[in-house]
T-cell receptor
Framework: GQNIDQPTEMTATEGAIVQINCTYQ??????LFWYQQHAGEAPTFLSY????GLEEKGRFSSFLSRSKGYSYLLLKELQMKDSASYLC????????????FGSGTQLTVLP | EAGVVQSPRYKIIEKKQPVAFWCNPI?????LYWYLQNLGQGPELLIR????????DSQLPKDRFSAERLKGVDSTLKIQPAELGDSAVYLC?????????FGQGTRLTVV
């Protein structure tokens, strides 16, 4: 089974930088995903990490440490439209390939 | 290219009535997921298909829920009979190799 923890809520100011942490415990690991979900909409894919290190994609970066069971999503130059829920998800290894989601972190960007 | 298509977007039914949701995944995606999402929570896996085979249905309440994916393409999820606690958003997602792509979901309200 898998256990994924992330903060429930975070608040930040427009133009600032925010880091959303995710810790996980899994019997097997085959990748960690970050999704963004605006209220009433479907989750949309942001990033994927399977090896240790930092993946950068524009204003968003994601980091993974497999030995620590830890990831973070870094959002730079925050904009009002970044207010959303950010979901951390872990995929099992082997043939299972189960994709399990955390409860999500609700980010509010203030002017 | 069209994304994952779900219908209906919204459904209101009385308890004890049956309901069905339909999903058309992205063409060529062999993996299909059905998730349930409650307000303020992350998606919870109900069932996962690899082509037409259900490979993970351990979280599906089999006394009232059923699913099928004929010919390994479209899928339907059925609830019979529905209970008040089934009110939630039902999300369908598909993937080929890495990230999963989500449909807009069906918001079910049981009254």
């Amino acid at each position: 089974g898998q256990n994924i923890d992330q903060p429930t809520e975070m608040t930040a100011t427009e133009g600032a930088i925010v880091q959303i942490n995710c810790t996980y415990q899994t019997s097997g690991f085959n990748g960690l995903f970050w999704y963004q979900q605006h209220a009433g909409e479907a989750p949309t894919f942001l990033s994927y990490n399977v090896l240790d290190g930092l993946e950068e994609k524009g204003r968003f970066s994601s980091f993974l440490s497999r030995s620590k069971g830890y990831s973070y999503l870094l959002l730079k130059e925050l904009q009002m439209k970044d207010s959303a829920s950010y979901l951390c998800a872990v995929r099992d290894s082997g043939s299972a390939r189960q994709l399990t989601f955390g409860s999500g972190t609700q980010l509010t960007v203030l002017p | 290219e069209a994304g994952v298509v779900q219908s209906p977007r919204y459904k209101i039914i009385e308890k004890k009535q049956p309901v069905a949701f339909w999903c058309n995944p992205i063409s060529g995606h062999n993996t299909l997921y059905w998730y349930l999402q409650n307000l303020g929570q992350g998606p919870e896996l109900l069932i996962r298909y690899e082509n037409e085979e259900a490979v993970d249905d351990s979280q599906l309440p089999k006394d009232r829920f059923s699913a099928e994916r004929l010919k390994g393409v479209d899928s339907t999820l059925k609830i019979q009979p529905a209970e008040l606690g089934d009110s939630a958003v039902y999300l369908c997602a598909s993937s080929w190799n890495t990230e999963a792509f989500f449909g807009q979901g069906t918001r079910l309200t049981v009254v």
